[in-house]
Every structure is written in structure tokens, then in C-alpha cells.
């Protein structure tokens, strides 16, 4: 059996893949590894392209299309999805057919299936609190987890598995830009509730810095990180992450994607620059 190849990402909504990992997936597929994003839910309770209200039935198909932009930016294959519906975030009631209301067992044997048929040498999936805790990113990340170590087991099964996570250094820094992006574009609309407790999710769920194993330089494919940022346009109300004036902030807050390797488990204190089990030279 050949070895396992190449880089599965698996998140919870279109645009997570792009916000957590997309420097390090256009960077991995640049040097020759194959790369994909498993899409667990199809984002359906996302906003509207350019306005601030939440669409809590956005028609699936625009996101969809928005991370099938995203790939092509990234430089990595056509997104798989499960097609599972948005939960959407706490209180607001999960709809029918959502992830939140499915049996994880079942999540992670399609998962799995998916991982047979791939055959990635690593997986990236959220940390356990999801970033900030909701609910779509918690289940994703608990089910990939146990799609992983089912996997992982088999003979030509994945070799390492990456959580994405936030540094609580970070936070402060990526609050401070985005409070001077707000002011740089005139935006004066106050904060919604879900913004706050978002905020203050992001504070609780961060991760302390000496639990993130692995920081990866992403500057050399920043443009393709916030290319594909901008595919996402229904989630970035009016927001452009790809505009030039905006681009020395970008690279403060974007310029370093974030994980903490699971497995194969770390030694105490080692760090590294790239993850693991991919091809980092391009042939
Ligand atoms: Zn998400």
C-alpha cells in the first residue's frame, strides 16, 4: 500500500477553512502536496453578501459556491461536503437537519469513509472549544478528532493531526486591528450581542501560548489567504481583508497561522515551523 498523502482540512462552515488555515493549505499545496477541505455544514445561517442582518436561511447554495471560490484562490482541491445544516450560534434553536442535532456517530463514519477514499498523511481540525465555542465548530472538531483516531489506526492511515487554536497572545492584537479596521472604514455600527459574546468567547476559548506547538509563517502566500477571505463575501458585511490599504494590518493579524499538534503527541516545549507528514519542498 502507498503512503498516505497530502493535507485534509476539516471545518465546520465555509470561510473557517480560509480564517484558520488558509496560508498553511495554499502553502502545503504549493509545494506539491495534495490538499482538500471537508465542509461539514453547508454555512446556511450565515449573513447576507454586504449586509450586517444574519440570514438564518441563507440559501446553502451561496456558500457553497463561496468556498468553491476559496479552493480555487488557495490553490487546493474542489471542497467536499457533508451537507449537514448550520446549527447557527447558541439560542437560536438548531433547525432540522443540522449538525447539532445528528448522530456523531454517524458524522464520523462518513468522516471516515472520506479518509479511506483520500488517504491524507494529516488531518487540521478545529481545538476543542472551536475558536469560540460554536456549536458546529465543537462538534466538528470532537468528530474529526474520533474520525481521525479511528483512521489512524488502519493500516495507510493519517500519520498526525493538527488543532487549530488561537494563542491568548493574539487576541489582544487581533482585537486591536480590528477596532482600527472598523474606525480606518467609518463603521459605527455598535457591536451586536452575538458579536460581544463572540469576543468574549474568543478571550475564554484561547489557548495558552506554550500549548501551540506549531506557528507557521503564511506571509509568502498572504495574498491567496485573503483572496480566498474574499470569496466569503456574505460573511464579511461590506468588509473588503483583500483591499491594499488594509494590507500592513492583514499581515499583523493574519500573517502566522496557529496549531497545537495532537498527534503524534509533542514532547514537552517542542515547537515547530511547519506540520508535519507533508511534503515542505517542492519538487
Ligand atoms: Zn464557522
Given at each position: ?12 462552515h465555509p470561510?473557517?477553512?480560509?480564517f ?13 502536496n495534495?490538499v ?14 454586504g449586509e ?10 451561496i ?32 433547525p432540522?437537519?443540522s449538525l ?77 486591528s480590528?477596532?482600527?479596521e ?39 502566500v ?18 473588503r481583508?483583500?483591499?491594499p490599504?488594509?494590507?500592513a494590518?492583514?499581515?499583523?493579524m493574519?500573517?502566522?497561522e ?12 517542542e515547537?515547530?515551523?511547519l ?9
Amino acid at each position: 500500500m502507498t503512503e498516505p498523502r497530502g493535507l485534509l482540512a476539516i471545518f465546520a462552515h465555509p470561510d473557517d477553512e480560509s480564517f484558520g488555515a488558509g496560508g498553511t493549505l495554499a502553502l502545503a499545496a504549493a509545494a506539491g502536496n495534495p490538499v482538500w477541505v471537508l465542509c461539514v455544514t453547508n454555512g446556511d445561517q450565515g449573513g447576507k453578501p454586504g449586509e450586517m442582518e444574519v440570514d438564518h436561511s441563507l440559501d446553502p447554495e451561496i456558500r457553497r459556491e463561496e468556498l468553491r471560490c476559496a479552493c480555487r484562490e488557495m490553490g487546493i482541491a474542489e471542497p467536499i461536503f457533508l451537507g449537514y445544516r448550520d446549527s447557527g450560534m447558541e439560542g437560536w434553536g438548531a433547525p432540522e437537519g443540522s449538525l447539532s442535532l445528528a448522530d456523531p456517530a454517524e458524522v464520523v463514519d462518513r468522516m471516515v469513509a472520506i479518509i479511506r477514499r483520500l488517504r491524507p498523511a494529516t488531518i487540521v481540525t478545529f481545538d476543542p472549544g472551536g475558536v469560540y465555542g460554536h456549536p458546529d465548530h465543537v462538534a466538528c472538531s470532537a468528530t474529526a478528532t474520533a474520525a481521525f483516531r479511528e483512521a489512524t489506526a488502519e493500516p495507510g492511515g493519517p500519520v498526525a493531526l493538527y488543532h487549530q487554536a488561537l494563542p491568548k497572545s493574539r487576541i489582544a492584537a487581533m482585537q486591536a486591528s480590528m477596532a482600527e479596521e472598523r474606525g480606518r472604514s467609518g463603521d459605527s455600527t455598535p457591536p451586536t450581542e452575538d458579536d460581544i459574546r463572540q469576543q468574549q468567547a474568543f478571550e475564554r476559548l484561547a489557548r495558552p501560548d506554550e500549548d501551540i506547538t506549531t506557528i507557521v509563517d503564511i506571509r509568502p502566500v498572504l495574498d491567496r489567504k485573503l483572496a480566498a477571505l474574499a470569496c466569503h463575501d456574505s460573511q464579511m458585511r461590506g468588509r473588503r481583508w483583500d483591499d491594499p490599504e488594509v494590507r500592513a494590518g492583514m499581515e499583523q493579524m493574519f500573517g502566522h497561522e496557529t496549531f497545537v499538534r495532537v498527534y503524534p503527541e509533542p514532547r514537552p516545549g517542542e515547537q515547530e515551523q511547519l506540520p508535519i507528514g507533508l511534503e515542505w519542498q517542492s519538487r
